[in-house]
């Protein structure tokens, strides 16, 4: 059995055939998928999900970075009168994005310590999201961190080093279908890592594994991710799966 640690269930690439893909995730041994979410526009369809899928599909709550507008703070407000309102498993996705845009660099350095006090409070993770901000999101979560923060950095693409001091963090690292690509230097850095620090995701519908590249990416193709880190280190597959689950129940206590 697996974990999809990061999966947007809710994408509109899946409204023609959601409940397929779900059961197709589930057939295939996926048996947890936990939904990030994005802003106030995402948390109906998310839920919808979770109250249809109660034993599967977990919702977590937040404000992604890349949503960082003129109305954060309203969007933050959102953020915390829902998390009074129901159970959510992590605050996610949180962080920072330097690619898509630098305008709302400082509120998104707010909204991120903003939610992370929120995850302190709660006792949930954190899921980060640090696209081109690695460096910046790995020092706001140590000087944070009181030894009660945990969570993972998704869709991790950093250097070794990067690695190491996520893990000094006593956070994870996400490693989802990139692993698969030929000119992706993430093979050579899980050599070098413990399986005990890694979950694993798939970004769904985005960034989907060699052979789906290009294509629309969903929770079944976990396995594929699973394989290729088993080849990597020279493991067999079940032993990728049992870690990583047993990781991802630690983080989600659930």
Known sequence: MYTDTH??????????DENEMIQRAIDTGVMKMYMPNCDSTTIEPMLRITDKWPSNCFPMMGLHPCYVKENYKAELDIVIQSLSQRKFYAIGEIGLDYYWDLSFKEQQIEAFGTQIGLALQYGLPIVIHSRESIEDCIDIVRKNQDGKLSGIFHCFSGT?????????TGL??????????KKSSLADIIKEVPL????LETDAPYLAPVPYRGKRNESSYI???AAKIAEIKGIAIEE???ITRQNAEKIFCN
């Open 7 to 16: 999966t947007h269930l809710y994408d509109e690439q899946f409204q023609a």
């Open 160 to 168: 070794l080093g990067q690695a190491k001091k996520i893990i000094e």
């Open 240 to 242: 990728v799966a049992s």
């Open 172 to 181: 994870y690292l996400g490693i989802g279908g990139v692993v698969t690509y």
């Open 196 to 199: 005990s620090n890694i979950v």
């Open 223 to 225: 396995p594929i991710i």
